[in-house]
């Protein structure tokens, strides 16, 4: 590319951080360590970016020594790997210091073969962080190319805690007495679950639409263009019966007959790749069953959404199914995706991350029916006999109680204290 232009477009860029409002994330960065931040599109990764910016100037680092480039300008579309040399040329010569600049590059997986130089950066001692939209960034290949040489840090949309801040909302609810309070945070907490928490959502009136733009783009750009597929109607399907499963374990095979039986017949290893270019996007994350066997475990897993609001544009019926994806979302941010699960064998237990020794089931409301409450605490009662040191909690839409069943005690939690009530562990 020329240089030229190259260096015109990283100073317009500049504004993008000189002058965004930051309401700083909950993410605990080290100052001395290269980062790799991942997640879905918008969810916050540039502002993640922004914020350590931010810390650098407030330290008193000058602007000029900072580089930041974000590669989904459309006036890069042509840039290659070739091109990033001229970019730290650039740098360099705008910093006019002997210091050497801070790279920040932002959705960099669009350049074939950036991995190197990125690797060749961090090698020569270089402060580098980068973003990225696409799980294939994390690759065993690439990851072995970047080799310890970045921490890689899973931005998720908004906690609850931290859509309340961007509200202005910034009280303690925890300790609610009075009408109003409980009232504006039941609505807040409504209105999170429903539309997820996109950081651009909070000033859009109409959610629905930013939503869906949201949406197409993921599923436009990083499932079928990027991967070349030309059967969009199906992966269309697949996202759609994925939501209608959302809170079931779901094997490739079931899923190949279910796409099957609504006319879209595709081989298996198809809806394989299907499904995996959307977990690479980040649209869809899964979870295991800790009780299986390591086949079945990789085959059967559950499926959720990496945002509640998403789940509600594929579905009308959706607040018991957005509740449990809301929850599945809180317990992969606090422990690591790697750390949660569900357990089903000869008992279903909607969640269990054996660290904690925590059972959590999601019920919408337990206490006013009898079979479902029956049902629940039977779950739990069960499960005490696997696991005799389990702590049991029940996630509720909006009902509070303490139960006792066969010796277990059962902390019964209204969804959104609970998402209040957390120990801050979201540096996962």
Sequence with gaps: MNRDTLKQIMIDQKESYLNNPLIPRKYFLEENVNYCFVGIRRTGKSYMMYQKIQSLIEKGVP???IVYVNFEDERLLEITSDDLNIILEIGIELSGTANRPYLFFDEIQ??????????????????????????KMLSNEIASTLGGRFVILNVYPYSFSEYLVANHKDKNYLNVISTKDRAEVLSLYHEYITYGAFPELV?????????????????????ITRNKITNDF?????????????TKPLSFSRLTNILKNAGASLGKQTVINYVGYMTDSYLLFTLRNYAAKLIEKETSPKYYFMDTGLLG??????????????????????????????????????????SEQLAIQVSMQILD????????????????????????????????????????????????????????????
């Design 63 to 65: 602007v000029s020594q």
């Design 110 to 135: 669009n350049i074939d073969g950036w991995e190197k130089f990125v690797r060749r950066m961090a090698d020569m001692k270089y402060r580098i962080d980068i973003t990225g939209s696409n799980s």
């Design 203 to 223: 000033d859009i009136r109409n959610k629905r639409s930013f939503l869906n733009s949201i949406y197409q783009t993921v599923y436009l750009g990083d499932i």
């Design 234 to 246: 199906a992966v269309r399907l697949i996202l759609k019966k994925i939501a209608e499963s959302v």
């Design 313 to 354: 544009l594929m579905l009308l019926d959706c607040q018991s199914a957005q509740l449990e994806n809301l929850v599945a979302i809180e317990l992969v941010r606090r422990y690591g995706i790697e750390n949660v699960y569900f357990f089903e064998n000869n008992v279903e237990i909607d969640f269990y991350v054996p």
């Design 369 to 428: 029916n009898i079979d479902t409450k029956e049902r629940e605490t039977k779950a739990f009662t069960k499960l005490k006999n696997f696991i005799p040191d389990i702590t049991c909690l029940l996630i509720t839409n909006s009902e509070e109680a303490v139960l006792e069943c066969n010796d277990i005690v059962i902390d019964v939690v209204p969804a959104w204290k609970w998402l209040l009530d957390a120990t801050d562990t979201s540096s996962h």
